[in-house]
């Protein structure tokens, strides 16, 4: 058991661009979380999957935000076109048994 | 829609004193309730959880929780609190029937030597 894996642990982008983040869950685990969290803030729920299917998706969300598990492993979670307000901590998480196992998330700046 | 609310955005406790962290909630259906835990430079860790049973529930690192229906409240405690307790505490709830968990502002835990 490695641990849910993020990568990559931190991105900058200019405003305007698109980006991809990759999450890697426990291997057994085939529930998917991402959530986005703001420096004073908890956790905000962003969409999850259960396998490849995405089950729920948060009104919050923007069309500008797409999630992805093709295969029920890995997740990729795509902004286009950023904005400033993008930034955030992006956390990835998968579950076992009731238990958020979470990642150390992806740091993303727009500038 | 479910929430949380932790009232309290920073909490000090002396070492070796009791210490506890406030957590209210909304849900329309049964409650699932957690506790997460972040420490610096680290990833949210799970703590404890409520989910069905008797009212007060043990976790890791000597914590536990109790359940308040009437209140709806889940507050966690210690007995005794250690300088490495110090971190920040989230509260989450989800609704019973639903995967989304919905996380309070957090509360920073800071405990003097």
């Known amino acids: 058991d490695t641990g849910v894996s993020q990568n990559p642990r931190h991105k900058i982008t200019k405003r305007g661009q698109n980006v991809t983040f990759r999450c890697d869950p426990i291997s057994e685990h085939n529930r998917l979380y991402w959530y986005r969290q703001t420096l004073g803030q908890g956790p905000e729920f962003l969409t999850y999957f259960q396998n490849e299917a995405q089950l729920e998706k948060s009104r919050l969300l923007s069309d500008r935000f797409s999630a992805e598990r093709p295969k029920g492993s890995f997740s990729t979670l795509e902004i286009q076109r950023t904005e400033q307000g993008d930034s955030a901590m992006y956390l990835c998480?998968?579950?076992?048994?009731?238990?958020?196992?979470f990642g150390s998330g992806t740091q993303l700046s727009v500038l | 829609a479910q929430s949380v609310a932790q009232p309290e955005d920073q909490v000090n406790v002396a070492e070796g004193n009791p210490l506890t962290v406030k957590c209210t909630y909304s849900v329309s259906g049964n409650p699932y309730l957690f506790w997460y835990v972040q420490y610096p430079n680290r990833g949210l860790q799970f703590l404890l959880k409520y989910i069905t049973g008797d009212n007060l529930v043990k976790g890791s690192y000597g914590f536990e929780a109790e359940f308040n229906k009437s209140q709806t409240s889940f507050h966690l405690k210690k007995p005794s609190a250690l300088v490495s307790d110090s971190a920040l505490y989230f509260c989450a709830v989800r609704d019973g029937g639903a995967q989304k968990l919905v996380f309070g502002q957090g509360t920073r835990l800071t405990i003097n030597p």
């Open positions: 998480a998968s579950s076992y048994r009731e238990k958020l196992f």
